[in-house]
């Protein structure tokens, strides 16, 4: 079993900036990537940033999100500047990789609540 421990949402004004962590544990075998996801309401699950053998970010937060992995104790964090009411959303952690003997699948935080007022 693996699990994902987030940290870190909550309520900030437009222009502002919030840190989110999460700390994975369980019997981890190999972690492909770890990123964050969010979801608006109303809207789809989309990936925000993932950090692997690459690094991705998607446009709408591109040059204001850092993405930041420590690979040896499973841990990824995601430092939010210049948030815009269009960030709000729930946050997941995600992990890609396998647990014990399974085969690689995703894993999945709680979400954590992110809510930028104009």
């Known amino acids: 079993q693996v699990q994902l421990v987030e940290s870190g949402g909550g309520l900030v004004h437009a222009g502002g900036s919030l840190r989110l962590s999460c700390a994975a544990s369980?019997?981890?075998?190999?972690?492909?990537?770890m990123g964050w996801y969010r979801q608006a309401p109303g809207k789809q699950r989309e990936l925000v940033a993932l950090?692997?053998?690459?690094?991705f970010y998607v446009d709408s937060v591109k040059g204001r999100f850092i993405i930041s992995r420590d690979a040896a104790k499973n841990t990824v964090d995601l430092q939010m500047n210049k948030l815009e009411p269009e960030d709000t959303a729930v946050y997941y952690c995600?992990?890609?990789?396998?647990?014990?003997?399974?085969?690689?699948?995703?894993?999945w935080g709680q979400g954590t609540q992110v809510t930028v007022s104009s």
């Open positions: 950090s692997g053998n690459y690094t």
């Open positions: 369980g019997s981890i075998r190999i972690v492909n990537y």
């Open positions: 995600n992990l890609h990789g396998r647990s014990g003997w399974s085969s690689d699948q995703n894993y």
